[in-house]
């Protein structure tokens, strides 16, 4: 019997989306620190929000942003592997 070519492939490139992804989570996490230090001098900006609510939303911010960027950026494509694996 013959065995298949053995198949080479090239060292896969990050995503596109996972970097987006990335970039877009390290970033909202800036900003919510630059927001959490503003409102920390003056907590009447988010006293109407009750403690529980604040404590799921601030989290969300930057977990939503990264998955829209994931969502938004482009599939990196791989034309080194064979058509039933792109």
Not at 68 to 83: N, S
């Amino acid at each position: 019997m013959h065995a298949d070519p053995q198949v080479t492939y090239s060292k896969p490139p990050v995503e596109t989306k996972v970097k987006a992804m990335g970039l877009a989570s390290y970033l909202a996490g800036v900003a919510g620190m630059a927001v959490l230090q503003a409102v920390s001098a003056d907590a009447s900006m988010i006293a109407f929000l009750p403690d529980w609510v604040e404590a799921i939303t601030l989290p969300l911010v930057p977990t939503a942003l990264a998955a829209l960027a994931g969502f938004k950026a482009r599939h990196t494509p791989r034309p080194d592997l064979p058509d039933s694996q792109r």
